[in-house]
């Protein structure tokens, strides 16, 4: 099995079905072996290369054959050193004349050396040992010399030559050879030997492709493609073949897991809708909500468990469409479970739903892991004897010491931040696999539907709530800070309340923590204690009394970082102003913007773009901020602009992740790779026939046979 790995993409941890449906794929491959092996299996890699090599997510051989190169170096024979020639790689004889160091043993070492006609060039190493230097390139010795000439003033100089032989080694140069992503401690002549000799554990594998689209579309075999891609990264048709055997790979696990559970029974929930008739609701579902909730009840009725995502925009009322679920499942007898990602978000959900069933015979209880004692043993209590009926809370609801007595129900609220194996083991809390729902406020675009969730039915909630307002946004320049600050006045004067989003200065709680707490310093020096501070540091009970007091209108500006990015519901917060906001992606931004609108005033997001020059893209994400509401659209255009791997953010833990497949060859391929995907299942006898045996090496080639031990909760 592939072993979890914290660096580098994430693996998804997806079961396939085969165990259940008798295809045995209980073991991987043997010919895959020798590709799963540690890098220290290879020769020269020991503790000193592992580092570097660890830093990449470089552990295993597989990983080595997957790192594939970003360019091409191609080199030029020339007879003498030419300004003209500024800006390529040259291969030239030189002749080194002098050494030259600076003061400082830090400085960079200067050869002086001249060609057949007696030009100079500097051939300049950084941070090296002169001794070595004198060795490498003794004086009045002719060399032959490869590296980019670069000019330096009216000077040539080559900085750390690439490759420095005797004369008669000539032949050994290559004349084109690929550039590897690389870290600190590892050279690009290291990268390619490694490169090579991962190729060489490469194997000839069966064909998994449909043979009719392998053709039309003039794909070579793996092997041939595996070998081009490295030889030459231009190659697009090798990288192309690369990138659908992922994503085809991906597919078949979905699908394989989709048939599978088509397969098992669960528990019919039919409400009779005696608890939900006698729900106030302060407006009328929108046509959007019911057509969901129908679907909802149509899947809760069957004996097949139900796995259905509701995509919503902010504000677009999942959560009443996801009380409506579980009021139907307690009508029936069972119990339901919301798990939310955040402490902040549960304690809401409990809030919310606990006021809008409040004098009905529901009883809901909070778990999280801030709960002990006797508190604790009671909820435990509660939930084992079936007199709980709902539990909301964070990851803490599934461990192990967590019983139910009739768990009919499982509800994860923004799915992206929860693996497809915490999500299963929620399942697996029930003697009958429950019914799965999983809700997300971001958007998805459909490309990432099919490959993050391509095995369950989807339902859209695409109509807002009456009386959801537009929000105005508007971009400023970061030396208007003071006026926005005067603004802030302006709005708290007239009784409003706002946030301030601190910038995201890198994915690093403490940087974050310290940004916010400056500008905490700065507001509460204006505003006093109407000022309250949250982030991602602060034990839990600190940040919900300032929550909790933000709510209540005591404290009038919070300073926060992401922390508040879902589900934070104050309606009389109008005003969020996000600084630095190039720094942040689309659909973050999107998120935090949907804390306000809430209530029934007008309500602004006021993007303070930082003051260093702004990128293309970052100019791109602020003006559609500025001029779209439309969540779908955001997302659409966040996929284009940022790629896949992180429109979903970058907490995924462990949903699809693409290491060969980029964003647009998703776009392209994904639609084939269902079809060949779907056909290989319901045509080519799954992974039974010919083909479906190359499919089953695939699937463990590309590690889409994880989490196996899950498979029952599915």
């Known amino acids: 099995m592939g072993r979890p790995n914290s660096i580098g993409p994430p693996r998804i941890l997806i079961c396939v079905a085969g165990w259940v449906m008798g295809w045995g794929i209980a073991m991987r491959p043997e010919i895959l072996n020798p590709l799963f092996a540690e890098t220290e299996a290879l020769k020269g890699v020991g503790a000193s290369l592992s580092k570097p090599l660890t830093k990449l997510g470089l552990t295993r051989v597989v990983d080595l054959l997957f790192h594939l190169p970003t360019g091409l170096v191609e080199r030029v024979p020339v007879e003498g050193l030419k300004m003209s020639d500024a800006g390529r790689t040259i291969i030239i004889e030189l002749t080194p004349v002098d050494y030259k160091s600076g003061r400082s043993p830090r400085g960079p070492i200067r050869v002086h050396a001249t060609d057949k006609g007696g030009d100079y060039v500097s051939l300049v190493y950084f941070g090296g040992n002169a001794g070595w230097v004198r060795k490498l390139l003794p004086l009045d ?291 009958l696999p429950p019914h799965l729902l999983v809700m997300t406020a971001t958007p998805i675009p459909r490309t990432l539907t099919l490959t993050h969730y391509g095995e369950m039915d989807v339902s859209r909630i695409d109509e807002m709530p009456p009386g959801r307002q537009t929000i105005r946004t508007s971009v400023m320049a970061h030396d208007r800070i003071p006026a926005v600050v005067d603004g802030l006045a302006r709005h708290l004067s007239n009784g409003g309340q706002a946030y301030w989003v601190c910038p995201l200065v890198e ?98 997001c006021l993007l303070i773009r930082s003051d260093a020059p702004l990128s293309e893209t970052a100019r791109a994400r602020l003006a559609l901020m500025r001029e779209s509401n439309d969540g779908f659209r955001i997302a659409e255009e966040d996929l284009r602009l940022r790629g896949g791997g992180e429109v979903l953010g970058t907490r995924q833990s462990g949903e699809a992740g693409f290491r060969l497949a980029n964003p647009d060859q998703v776009s392209a391929l994904i639609q084939s790779a269902t079809d060949d995907a779907r056909l290989l299942v319901d045509r080519d006898g799954g992974l039974a026939g010919e083909r479906g045996q190359a499919a089953r090496v695939a699937l463990y080639l590309f590690e889409r046979d994880s989490a196996v031990s899950l498979l029952r909760s599915g």
Do not use: C
């Open 507 to 604: 994915e690093n709680e403490t940087s974050d923590r310290a940004a916010a707490e400056a500008r905490f310093a700065a507001l509460k020096a204006r505003f006093g204690d109407r000022v309250g501070l949250v982030h991602g540091r602060m034990k839990g009970p600190e940040k919900d009394a300032v929550m909790d007091r933000f709510q209540r209108g005591e404290v009038a500006v919070l300073v926060a970082t992401t922390v508040i990015e879902v589900g934070v519901d104050v309606p009389n917060a109008t005003l969020i102003v996000i600084e630095e906001a190039d720094r942040f992606g689309l659909a973050q931004l999107h998120q935090l913007r949907g804390r306000v609108g809430r209530g029934g005033g007008e309500s602004n």
């Open 141 to 431: 010795e002719p060399k032959l010399i490869s590296g980019k000439l670069e000019s330096y003033g009216q000077e040539l100089q080559i900085v750390h030559p690439d490759h420095v032989l005797a004369l008669d080694e000539a032949a050994s140069l290559p004349m084109r050879e690929a550039v590897y992503p690389l870290s600190d401690g590892l050279t690009g002549k290291r990268m390619r030997q490694l490169a090579g000799m991962a190729l060489e554990r490469a194997p000839n594998l069966p064909e998994w492709i449909e043979p009719s689209l392998k053709a039309q579309r003039g794909w070579a075999d793996w092997h041939d493609a595996i070998q081009a891609a490295h030889a030459d990264p231009r190659d697009e048709r090798a990288r192309a073949r690369l990138a659908y055997d992922e994503i085809f790979a991906n597919q078949l696990a979905l699908m394989l897991v989709r048939a599978s559970s088509r397969k098992r029974r669960g528990r019919a929930i039919a409400g009779d809708g005696r608890l939900r008739d006698q729900l106030r609701l302060p407006y009328a579902l929108t046509g959007a909500q019911r057509r969901v909730i129908g679907e909802i009840e149509g899947d809760l009725a069957q004996h097949v468990p139900m796995t259905r995502l509701v995509q919503g925009d902010v504000g677009s009322g999942k959560t009443m469409v996801a009380l409506h679920a579980l009021l139907a499942a307690v009508e029936a007898g069972f119990q339901g479970a919301l798990l939310a990602p955040t402490e902040i978000l549960a304690r809401q959900h409990f809030a919310t739903i606990s006021a809008q069933v409040a004098g009905l015979p529901v009883n809901v209880a909070i778990l999280t892991g801030r709960d002990k004692g006797r508190v604790r043993e009671s909820t435990l209590m509660g939930l084992a004897d079936g007199s709980i009926d709902i539990l909301i809370g964070t990851h803490a609801i599934f461990q192990e010491a967590v019983s139910y007595k009739a768990l009919g129900l499982v509800i994860v609220d923004e799915q992206h931040r929860f693996g497809v194996a915490q999500r299963m083991m929620l399942q697996a809390k029930a003697e």
